[in-house]
């Protein structure tokens, strides 16, 4: 193969990471575009060292991979764990269907939003009964008598 080839290989690869990178969130894949820069100059030095190239690829990639990672947890700071459907644990509510296991009805009304639900110990809960809810489980609750 000729001196050339291999350099536009790896800027081919390179130009393939980082246009796969537009159409994610992670900046993970942007790193391995970054590793096949590094791969492309030195195989501009060193077209027939194609074990150092490669090395270069994985190790130039596996440092891109570290920094970015520690750099976007620095950026981002934790995230909340009570996000989406998940900040219903918890919350207060009432029943607005009563919940039977056995026909498998019942709903109830959290924060303004009505959810299908079942109770948590499989019992009946009827209308205007207060609840908690215990868990999010697909598209329905899983709730508990107040007392």
């Excluded at 027939?48 to 950026?75: D, H, K, L, N, P």
């Excluded at 607005?96 to 959810?115: F, N």
């Amino acid at each position: 193969m000729g001196a050339g080839f291999i350099i536009w290989v790896w800027v081919v690869a390179a130009a393939f990471f980082l246009v796969v990178e537009i159409f994610t969130v992670s900046f993970f894949i942007s790193c391995f575009g970054v590793g096949a820069i590094g791969a492309a100059i030195v195989a501009a030095f060193a077209p027939e060292a194609y074990t150092t190239q490669m090395a270069v690829f994985v190790v130039v990639s596996a440092i891109t991979v570290a920094m970015t990672r520690s750099f976007a947890e620095r950026v981002s700071g934790k995230q909340a764990e009570d996000f989406g459907v998940d900040r219903l644990r918890g919350q207060p509510g009432v029943v607005v269907q009563a919940i039977d296991p056995v026909t498998g009805a019942g709903r109830v009304r959290v924060a303004r939003e009505e959810w299908r639900a079942d109770s948590v110990n499989m019992e009946p809960l009827a209308v205007g009964s207060m609840i908690e809810v215990v868990e999010v489980e697909g598209t329905h609750l899983v709730v508990r008598q107040r007392v």
